[in-house]
């Protein structure tokens, strides 16, 4: 018997049941009690698939109602002072404070999650920051299970983990510094879960696949020292990524077991196994980052060394990493097609494969015979398939040359003549794209999905907004226009619909942050545009106006980085297929004149490797998929890109390197300082900083405004600076857009006149 394991099961619940019962009682329509109730039912019924798939090892804690970390800073007591908590448990509505701000509280920061799209609340410590048991979330989870017969396996997020991502406020100082703070708190609540009859608990420590720092290093010896006395035996687990240098400290460890993510990095069991001697070694075999079925055949020969090399008491099979990051349940989807679903696998899907590798490893594979020889069937048959090959894109593929790369001049050539043909003010005002999305928007797009308004009233709708659209900023007096993208459910499935290659799920949620959930598309095959996706759009758009008109495009890299992509060739590949078929739109736009044309990369940044090391290789690539999609067009042809949430300091030789005519960034929440480093590096083309921070439905005036403006011209010269807001205005309502962008619009005449 070799046991199997798993590490954490998406809380969301198959229909979404979680966000709609957090959102529920946000809303006030139901009280804490029928939450509490449907956190308890989902549970229970997460648990028992687990229990049901025959998983042997079956994670508690991996439960929130809003987010793990933010859990694990409740249960340390690290509730900041704003928040008013005076000591004892960290109620419901404080934990969500904490999370979403409150009248008198801002929220705490949220960031990604690693290299993953979820995000997570980040701690914020002071310094001297005391610490104290603050929740028995763990140890009632634990109880809750047993009481359904099944004995949990406990998560936590390591004290190392959880301190390398916190920030600090106030007087500087290295959150490892209160190391010695959290200790006796994990030691507290180690105690309390082997007093509950907890005989392993998993603890988390992602960090330990980067580049860790001496003091990282030391602070995962002194932490585990201290640990490994108190109660469970501890599985200690490393995801999203290898060991690598780090495997020799991890493995001296004295904790019981190391997980090993061995989807992303498979070679690492070869370098961990002659220092795994006495320890348990889980083995992340299927990858709980992709919706892929597993090669099973390859996944056992990958884990048979560790079979030899430990016996069969001292290894497990498990999943890469927690499965959060894949939908729930294949069997909901109705609408994928069986060749497609036969390629899938969700998440009980995976435990399903993490049992059968658990026995066939064991057991021998003739005990799974059945399913090794289904997995087998259905990998051959997804190679094979007619529907992931194209071989016109392969050809093409082939024939990119770096001329291709290249806009046919230098961006003072490009310069002049897009000057000589747009003929703009200095301080150009201009928009990201969106503008808002509201209810009727919403209302009729839902009604023609349904069917209920057919397509020529659905695109008359869409024209009437655009026409309002158009007028609007005319009226308000912007220089350079975009339709506004009334049109787009999302920046990127719109595309993915229009694109083949891809395909889409009805269920298939995964959690982003609290009880948002995103949808992502499942890149599956060659990507190829069949016909132009946005040119009638942004020609309409044109039409109605003699100011420029900005044609609106999501990046190469954007759509990969938000989408679940096909496993079976390198994403760089996938990327430059995507890459092509954004290119041939952008020389449509242009033929359609559209004088300008930006290319959204927001997710540019998001797809940094987790290892230093990685970043150049993957921002050669990245980059140049940016530029095969922008280097089609003419000289006058006047490319922007846009990235929000994002810093620059590290990449901006990167950023310099896409070579768009204009960038606009998000500035305005970090009071133009992001502006600094491209005025350091003396970012030769055009910027425009955001200078009005659209998460917030605030009306900045046009004196603070005018101020930022100020900031920014001490940075970079004046004669490269555009005007605009931070991002697009899909989320904000017409009063405040109207009323923010006068503003706007008013603050660069302003410096205009001044300059
Ligand atoms: N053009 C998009 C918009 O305005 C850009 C969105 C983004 O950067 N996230 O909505
Ligand atoms: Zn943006």
Not at 43 to 54: E, K, N, S, V
Not at 561 to 573: A, H, I, K, T, Y
Not at 639 to 651: A, G, P, V
Request: glycine letters at 8%; aromatic letters at 8%.
């Amino acid at each position: 018997m070799i046991r199997s394991a798993n590490l954490g099961f998406p809380r969301i619940g198959a229909r979404r049941e979680l966000k709609r019962a957090v959102e529920a009682y946000w809303k006030g329509a139901t009280d804490a009690a029928a939450l509490e109730g449907t956190g308890r039912e989902l549970r229970a019924r997460h648990w028992q698939a687990q229990q049901a798939a025959g998983i042997d090892a079956i994670p508690s804690n991996d439960f929130s109602f809003y987010d793990q970390m933010l859990d694990m800073t409740a249960l340390l007591g690290a509730v900041p002072e704003r928040f008013g908590h005076r000591g004892g448990a960290v109620g419901l509505d404080t934990l969500f404070a904490m999370a979403r701000g409150r009248d008198d509280a801002p929220a705490m920061e949220m960031t990604k999650w690693f290299d993953t799209n979820y995000h997570f609340i980040v701690p914020e410590l002071t310094d001297g920051m005391r610490f104290a048991l603050s929740s028995s979330k763990p140890v009632d989870e634990f109880i809750e299970a047993k009481k359904l017969g099944i004995v949990t396996r406990p998560v936590l997020i390591g004290p190392v983990t959880w301190l390398s991502l916190a920030k600090t406020k106030g007087a500087e100082f290295d959150p490892l510094d209160l190391l010695h703070g959290v200790l006796p708190i994990y030691e507290q609540i180690l105690d309390g879960l082997a007093a509950a009859g907890a005989e392993w608990v998993q603890i988390d420590e992602p960090v330990l696949v980067t580049d860790l720092t001496a003091r990282q290093q030391g602070a995962f010896a002194t932490a585990y020292d201290a640990l490994a006395k108190a109660g469970p035996k501890i599985m200690l687990a490393s995801y999203f990524g290898a060991l690598g240098d780090n495997a020799a400290l991890a493995l001296r460890l004295p904790v019981a077991g190391v997980h090993l993510d061995l989807a992303r990095a498979p070679g690492q069991l070869a370098d961990v196994l002659p220092l795994a001697a006495g320890k348990v070694l889980s083995l992340g075999l299927i990858d709980g980052r992709n919706v892929w079925r597993a090669d099973l055949s390859a996944k056992l020969a990958l884990a048979k060394p560790a079979l030899a090399a430990l016996g069969p008491d001292r290894i497990e099979v498990a999943p890469s990493c927690s499965l959060l990051h894949v939908p729930v349940d294949l069997g909901q989807e109705d609408e994928i097609d069986d060749e497609l679903a036969s390629w899938l696998a969700f998440a009980v899907q995976k435990l399903g494969e993490v049992r059968t590798l658990a026995r066939a490893l064991g057991e021998g594979r003739s005990a799974v015979a059945r399913q090794m020889a289904a997995s087998d069937k259905a990998l051959a048959a997804r190679r094979a398939s007619a529907r992931i090959h194209d071989v016109a894109v392969s050809a093409r593929l082939d024939t990119v040359t770096p001329a291709d790369l290249e806009r046919r001049g230098t961006y003072a050539e490009r310069r002049a003549v897009q000057d000589e043909k747009l003929r703009l003010p200095a301080f150009p005002t201009t928009t990201i794209g969106s503008f808002p999305q509201t209810a009727e928007v919403r209302k009729a797009r839902a009604a023609h999905r349904k069917g209920e308004l057919d397509d020529a009233a659905y695109e008359a709708f869409l024209k009437d907004e655009t026409r309002a659209c158009v007028a609007e900023q005319e009226r308000l007096g912007l220089d350079m226009l975009v339709h506004g993208e009334f049109e787009r459910n999302d920046m990127v499935e719109y595309f993915g619909e229009l694109l083949a290659g891809f395909a889409f799920t009805r269920h298939g949620w995964v959690q982003s942050y609290g009880s948002r959930c995103v949808k992502p598309p499942l890149i599956y095959g060659d990507v190829s545009r069949p016909a132009p996706m946005t040119v009638d759009w942004s020609a309409f758009a044109q039409s109605l106006t003699t100011r420029p008109m900005k044609g609106m495009l999501t990046g190469p890299v954007t759509i990969l980085q938000w989408s679940f992509v096909r496993d079976d060739q390198p994403r760089e590949r996938t990327c430059r297929q995507i890459a092509l078929a954004i290119r041939d739109e952008v020389c449509d736009l242009e033929a359609a004149g559209l004088p300008a044309i930006q290319i959204d990369e927001p997710a540019l940044r998001e797809g940094l490797p987790l290892r230093c090391a990685d970043w150049a290789g993957y921002l050669a690539w990245a980059i140049d998929a940016f530029r095969l999609t922008a280097s089609g067009v003419r000289n006058d042809t006047q490319i922007h890109t846009h990235m929000c949430y994002s810093e620059f300091n590290d990449i901006i030789e990167h950023i310099a390197r896409m070579d768009a005519d204009v960038i606009s960034i998000e500035a305005s929440r970090s009071d133009m300082e992001l502006l600094q480093v491209f005025g350091d590096f003396d970012y030769p083309n055009e910027i425009g900083p955001g200078i009005w921070d659209i998460h917030s439905p605030r009306i900045p005036s046009e004196a603070e405004m005018t101020a930022l403006l100020a900031k920014a011209t001490k940075a970079i010269p004046a004669e490269r600076l555009w005007v605009n807001p931070d991002c697009g205005l899909k989320t904000r309502a017409w009063p405040e857009v109207r009323a923010s962008l006068a503003n706007l619009v008013a603050a660069a005449k302003g410096v205009r006149q001044g300059a």
